[in-house]
């Protein structure tokens, strides 16, 4: 009986960046319905509309999105997936430098050094095409490695 075997070699920019663009579908498709149904719940209530202004509903969606898309990262690349949907539908892992799966605590420290990725003219994010296993400046930071099937 013969098994399958399969080649994985380091995911490089355009195959994370193309995950990364599936996975900003998903996460602004769910924001927006949550938005809308916060909006409606907030109109109809007279009380709540009366209670709250403008700005501190903005404040709590900019905050939903926030904590959502930590969860979201985070969560999905910790879990036995090892990948969020997007990553898992182009075939991509995230593991630790040991090839293990990553624990909650390391994928949150990655997706929060994204911000330093992106702070320095988004060159943190370009890594992952120039570097020897492909890592962009957040994985260096969070000592992960991203593979491709």
């Not at 209530?45 to 969860?71: A, K, P």
């Not at 330093?116 to 492909?134: D, H, P």
């Amino acid at each position: 009986m013969e098994t399958e075997q399969h080649q994985f070699y380091y995911a490089g920019f355009w195959a994370r960046a193309a995950a990364y663009f599936l996975d900003g579908g998903i996460t602004t498709f769910i924001s927006v319905q949550m938005y809308t149904m916060f909006r409606e719940q907030m109109y109809y209530s007279y009380d709540f509309f009366e209670s709250h202004s403008g700005r501190y509903v903005r404040f709590y969606v900019i905050v939903f999105g926030l904590i959502f898309n930590w969860f979201y990262f985070a969560g999905f690349e910790s879990s036995y997936l090892q990948a969020t949907p997007g990553k898992w539908l182009l075939g991509i892992r995230v593991t630790d430098l040991q090839n293990k799966r990553i624990t909650f605590g390391q994928a949150t420290g990655r997706h929060f050094a994204k911000i330093v990725s992106a702070l320095i003219l988004c060159i943190g994010y370009m890594m992952a095409g120039f570097t020897e296993r492909r890592q962009a400046l957040h994985d260096m930071m969070a000592e992960c490695l991203v593979w491709k099937k």
